[in-house]
């Protein structure tokens, strides 16, 4: 099997929806009590956050082959 590049953009893109998905089934069980819309903002600063984790990791890549 070929190895693939690590790419940590897609790593904090999937743990910023599992806390996500964790924070509204929490919601849904009564567990966690916030307003609904307050997460929005938090999911999109997350998306934000891997992209210049992806832009940081492109960046060293290429640096590095050259």
Same mark, same amino acid.
């Given at each position: 099997? @070929?190895? /693939?590049?690590?790419?940590?953009?897609? $790593?904090?893109?999937? $743990? #910023?929806?599992? #806390?996500?998905?964790?924070?509204?089934?929490?919601?849904?069980?009564?567990? $966690? /009590?916030?307003?609904?819309?307050? $997460?929005?903002?938090?999911? #999109?600063?997350?998306?934000?956050?891997?992209?210049?984790?992806?832009?940081?990791?492109?960046?060293? @890549?290429?640096? @590095?082959?050259?």
């Amino acid at each position: 099997m @070929r190895r /693939h590049d690590f790419e940590p953009g897609k $790593l904090v893109v999937g $743990l #910023v929806l599992l #806390v996500g998905a964790a924070a509204y089934l929490g919601a849904a069980r009564g567990d $966690l /009590h916030f307003p609904s819309y307050a $997460l929005l903002p938090v999911l #999109v600063a997350g998306f934000c956050l891997a992209g210049v984790v992806s832009s940081v990791a492109f960046a060293v @890549r290429r640096r @590095r082959k050259g």
